[in-house]
């Protein structure tokens, strides 16, 4: 065998060994191909199936939820209806009796209902409890002449108003010509009205009502606030 036999001999050998080579990459590149594939097919379905029921559970709990507004709805009428049969009103007025028990499936209660009928109510036996000088707070000027405390605190009364449109640290009053806020914080509650001056206000109690009425007061910065009790019966 003389030396371009060998070489030819040893280049097909090398050619034999690149095919196979190729051929072998070729095969994994394939495998890893599919694998990838069947890989993606299963987290797709996996992926639908997932949220095929996700879907199912939504639809599910909105069903829930519908039913349960429904049951809420369903036990404050039955609420209600309860509580006009207590009171015995369908046979004293249908028309009230409606009223109330519409009041009652919205959430207002029977001591929000019943102090607004007192509030309405013709008071009688009013007698004067208190006649004060209260100073309104304002974005320039506060301090304790801003709240006024009565019976022995079981009233509490705070007023506050805008100042003047020139108003400085020298000329801080309320422009009594403006809205004012006034809160009054008592014994099982709080009421905040808002309105110009003259202001009227009624705090309902069982048997009688606090009447407030508010107005401009002599002093500078000022407002007199006075109280009366009236009696319901």
Known sequence: MDFFETRERY????????????IRVAVLLLVLWIGWQW?????????????????KTQIQLSQLNQNIVTLIQENKKLAAENTISDLELEDF??????SIK?????????????????AISSPI?????????LA????????????????????????????????????PWFDPDKDIEV????????????????????????YWLLKA???????????RIMFEQCSLR
Request: charged share 25%.
């Open 11 to 22: 280049r097909k050998k090398e050619y034999r060994i690149y095919i196979s080579l190729v």
């Open 39 to 55: 890989g993606n097919f299963d987290q797709k379905n996996l992926y639908d199936t997932t949220k095929n029921e996700l879907d």
């Open 93 to 98: 007025d249908k028309t009230l009796s409606n």
């Open 102 to 118: 519409f009041l009652l499936e919205s959430d207002v209660s029977l001591e929000q209902i019943r102090q607004s009928l007192l």
């Open 125 to 133: 036996n009013c007698r004067k409890l208190a006649d004060e000088n």
């Open 136 to 171: 309104v707070a304002t974005e320039l000027y506060t301090g304790s002449e801003s709240s006024l405390s009565l019976f022995q605190g079981g009233l509490r009364v705070h007023i506050d108003g805008a100042p003047y449109s020139q108003g400085n640290k020298n000329n």
């Open 183 to 206: 809160r009054l914080a008592y014994l099982g509650g709080q009421k905040i009205e808002t309105g110009k001056l003259p202001l009227k206000l009624v705090i309902p109690a069982e």
């Open 213 to 223: 009425e508010i107005t401009e007061s002599n002093l500078r910065g000022y407002v």
